[in-house]
């Protein structure tokens, strides 16, 4: 009788899935609202690291701007919400043009570069950014500012916790998934293949760069509905979601989980929230003890922690096919 096995790389996120579908019933069981909200936070990340994913992991493009689209994201819901605008589908209208708009005219300029020209021209207009919104008076300025209207779909209250974690967890299975199909699929190939030889793709009469620049802007698009969701959970937007260092958290979260793969962003947003927040319990040096534990995964695991899962499904025994009993015909094709 033939069994199915799911390698760990993927059995391991599936039940991560699962557990994180029953995060709100314990958070209730508990009393403990922070649990939804902490792992609501995640899942968020874990769709921008899924998004950059896109650009740096399939496309090679290492990317330090991508905090940009994050904080276009959560405008797109502060200055609609600051005129007393609640209406999520106008939000979300919002959120693509602008992102889909900056992330085609910033990417269409960076790609005539490579390298570390890449890095400091995406870094640049994250910065500029940042600028932009801090001279906003307005909207809060420095300080950011508060939004008291939150999006609104058919009645559905995105500032509401539970029901932002929902469609934040419903969005990032939905992701995975395009992931996974996209990977294989000719779009993805070509990307790969970008990656690792463009004079190649070229030369067969694909341009290399039209397809960088697509995921570039599909890229954005997605971070910015996670910046989207992640200022209605927080009810909170600030122009500290543009800075570079949130670009570099959301390197260190793929780098974590395995660069390239379909699950690595949210093994590595998983690990890299939660170890911080466990570090910051225990100990004030939290940051100092962070760093090299990054180091150790680094060095013990190139390919992250899918990788780790890979190669300890790679070393596991392979099950032993049955031998056939005494008197009973082999069918024709297969042995013993």
Not at 49 to 77: D, E, I, K, R, T
């Amino acid at each position: 009788m033939n069994t199915i096995s799911l390698k760990p790389a993927v059995l391991v996120p599936l039940l991560l899935l699962l557990a994180l579908a029953a995060v709100p019933a314990i958070a209730q069981l508990t009393e403990q609202p922070f649990y939804l909200a902490f792992f609501a936070r995640i899942i968020i990340y874990a769709i921008a690291a899924s998004a950059l994913n896109l650009a740096l992991g399939f496309g090679g493009l290492v990317s330090l701007g991508h905090a940009l689209f994050l904080g276009l994201g959560a405008y797109s819901v502060a200055i609609p919400a600051f005129h007393g605008i609640d209406n999520g589908w106008l939000h979300l209208l919002c959120c693509v043009l602008v992102c889909g708009l900056v992330g085609l005219v910033t990417g269409a300029v960076s790609l005539r570069t490579s390298g570390i020209g890449f890095i400091m021209i995406t870094l640049a207009f994250a910065q500029m950014g940042y600028f932009v919104f801090v001279s906003l008076k307005q909207y809060g300025g420095d300080d950011g500012t508060t939004i008291a209207a939150t999006s609104k779909f058919f009645g559905a209250d995105l500032g509401q916790a539970g029901t932002v974690y929902w469609v934040a967890l419903a969005l990032l299975a939905l992701v995975l998934w395009w992931t996974a199909r996209l990977r294989v699929a000719p779009f993805g190939m070509v990307l790969r293949g970008a990656r690792q030889n463009p004079r190649r793709i070229n030369a067969i009469g694909l341009r290399s760069t039209r397809y960088q620049l697509g995921a570039y802007v599909l890229s954005a698009v997605l971070c910015g509905v996670a910046g989207m969701l992640l200022a209605n959970l927080t009810a909170f937007a600030s122009p500290s979601t543009l800075t570079w260092m949130i670009s570099g958290d959301l390197i260190v979260m793929i780098v974590l989980g395995g660069i390239g793969t379909v699950f690595g962003p949210l093994l590595g947003a998983l690990a890299f929230l939660g170890l911080e927040e466990v570090l910051k319990m225990a100990t004030e040096y939290w940051m100092a003890v962070f760093g090299l534990v990054i180091v150790l995964i680094g060095v013990l695991g190139k390919g992250g922690i899918a990788g780790l899962l890979d190669s300890w499904g790679a070393h596991r025994p392979a099950p032993t096919a049955a031998k056939p009993k005494a008197g009973v015909p082999v069918p024709a094709g297969e042995h013993p």
